[in-house]
């Protein structure tokens, strides 16, 4: 079936550190790739998403490139900030035409950012 | 602003008491996720409605159950709580395509309810 292997955390950086959390996936055809970020005791926000390949998602200064050859997603972030501290969800829903459209989720990353 | 909302944000029950929590969704998105969160956990999906199909997980246990009165509202209902219930309970929603067809969006969660068992 289909799987999500990301970095294991924590990790712990210094504001306006780069950022790389890794992401590699395992599926059948096309999935859809997210990465969801969760703040303390709150709910699962989207990030950013792609659909297929070569597609860059971004979203406050976060990226991921959807890269098929490889099966990543990594995220990126340039140069992180306190707020940015959270813990992050790789994730993939089924392929487009099939009938797996639920979420599978990676292990989760907890970053902490340091002022 | 469209959104998911759980109501309550905390919950408190007894051992064997049960205890139903609620979603509800202004997005007129045709499916509804229920998942479990435990500490340090990626969310585990626990059943989930596309339009008024019921599909529960192979894993979920018995004692938690679902209802969808409609579009709009989502409970999920633990029939006698125990301790290893205690959790974060996040609901989500996507939109489908037509009916039977995949789902291609993203799912949105709402902010969860954290469920204290006594």
């Known amino acids: 079936g289909d799987s999500v292997t990301q970095m294991e955390g924590p990790v712990t950086l210094s504001e306006e550190a780069f950022l790389t959390i890794n992401c590699t996936y395992t599926?059948?055809?096309?999935?859809?790739l997210f990465w969801y970020v969760q703040y303390p005791g709150e709910g699962l926000q989207l990030l950013l998403k792609?659909?297929?390949?070569?597609d860059k998602g971004s979203n406050k200064g976060f990226e991921a490139t959807y890269r098929k050859e490889t099966t990543s997603f990594h995220l990126e972030k340039g140069s992180v900030q306190v707020s940015d501290s959270a813990v992050y969800f790789c994730a993939l829903t089924g392929s487009r035409g099939g009938s797996n459209y639920k979420l599978t989720f990676g292990k989760g990353t907890l970053l902490t950012v340091n002022p | 602003d469209a959104m998911v909302i759980q109501n309550p944000r905390y919950q408190v029950t007894q051992f064997g008491k049960p205890v139903t929590l609620s979603c509800s969704q202004t997005l007129n998105h045709n499916v509804m996720y229920w998942y479990q969160q435990k500490s340090s956990q990626a969310p585990k999906l626990l059943f989930h409605?596309?339009?008024?199909?019921?599909?529960n997980e192979a894993d979920t246990p018995d004692n938690f159950q679902s209802r969808r009165p409609n579009t709009s509202f989502c409970f999920l209902d633990i029939r006698s709580p125990g301790l290893g219930d205690a959790a974060m309970y996040l609901c989500a929603t996507s939109s489908g395509g037509t009916s039977g067809g995949p789902v291609l969006n993203e799912q949105f969660f709402g902010p969860g309810t954290r469920l204290t068992v006594l």
């Open positions: 599926a059948t055809g096309y999935p859809s």
């Open positions: 409605y596309y339009d008024k199909d019921f599909n």
């Open positions: 792609a659909t297929k390949a070569d």
